[in-house]
């Protein structure tokens, strides 16, 4: 029995070291459905081993964890939100070596549920959930796909605000700064922002256009997201003086958040401001100046004698 029990551990011990986390398509799953409706959807599992592949499906529910939006993933079995609406046709799938299988599977709309966003989880991984949670496997040995369901009915669509600043104080001394944008979502169905961040010099130019949700981060129901928006920075002088030469700016820049956030939520628009100081242009130009200068008074002192 002992020696059963030190094999069967061993086992367990060293299914985390050759467990391969499944490659999955898409990464997100966004589906619209009534109440009481059965809604068909599918993904893509992809095998990248040479050896054919027996994959494990699971749902977990998830909140995000903070402002940032990072998933925080939960298996309560209290949950009785969409993880317990997804249905597989099997818990388990097969996919041979170096190819892709596709996995159906349907949400069952409880009939009395209310309108506005849920969100899940569905995992995939090569291990079954029992082993895993038994070996205390860590969750990234599971690969998870976001389902985003809107259960049609009265939304509310409304969102705040909170706060549109550059990333630090101060004076800055080139313009791919870090600028950064908090929303607060008040209502129950998740928004998307989109839209720019604009920068003008005193003279109204327009210095840089930037995209204020490249990334596509959401803003899930009464929580608040932090976005923040930047832009490739020069790290060499040389280019450094070529991007301030470029621009040619100097003073006061105003950057302008206009962001919308989808049918049925008012549009956002706030601006903010900083100092821009390129000195590396004005040292390259004091520096050049001076060159000019004592060079005049050399050839000045030339003519005279």
Not at 43 to 55: A, D
Not at 161 to 173: E, M
Not at 261 to 271: H, N, Q, S
Request: net charge positive; hydrophobic share 40%; aromatic share 8%.
């Amino acid at each position: 029995m002992k020696l059963r029990a030190l094999i069967t551990s061993l086992i367990l011990f060293a299914i985390p070291l050759c467990m391969h986390a499944a490659a999955v398509s898409p990464a997100t799953i966004d589906l619209v459905g009534g109440r009481g409706e059965s809604i068909p959807s599918a993904f893509t599992v992809i095998n990248t081993q040479t050896t054919s592949q027996t994959y494990y499906l699971d749902t977990l529910s998830f909140t995000g964890k903070d402002e940032s939006g990072e998933p925080q993933f939960s298996s309560d079995a209290l949950d009785d939100g969409l993880s317990k609406w997804i249905v597989f046709l099997s818990d388990r799938v097969v996919v041979p070596a170096r190819s892709k299988v596709e996995v159906p599977f349907t949400v069952q709309v409880p009939a009395d549920v209310a309108s506005g966003t849920y969100q899940s989880a569905i995992t995939v991984s090569s291990a079954p959930t029992e082993v895993v949670a038994t070996n205390g496997a860590i969750i990234e040995a599971k690969t998870a796909i976001l389902v985003f369901l809107n259960v049609k009915g009265d939304s509310v669509k409304k969102a705040a605000l909170l706060d549109f600043l550059p990333s630090r104080k101060g004076i800055r001394t080139n313009l791919h700064q870090t600028v950064t944008y908090r929303i607060q979502n008040q209502g129950n169905v998740y928004t998307i922002p989109e839209g720019t961040i604009e920068l003008k010099d005193l003279f109204g130019r327009t210095l840089q256009i930037r995209d204020a949700n490249e990334a596509k981060h959401r803003v899930l129901p009464m929580s608040t997201r932090s976005i923040s928006v930047t832009s490739q920075k020069p790290n060499r002088f040389l280019t450094i003086l070529q991007d301030q030469t470029r621009l040619f700016a100097i003073g006061p820049i105003q950057a302008t958040l206009s962001v919308n956030l989808g049918e049925g939520f008012d549009p956002i628009r706030a601006t903010t401001s900083f100092w821009y100081i390129p000195y590396q242009l004005l040292l390259t130009s004091l520096f050049f100046l001076g060159l000019v200068f004592l060079g005049y008074r050399y050839i000045s002192k030339i003519k005279k004698t």
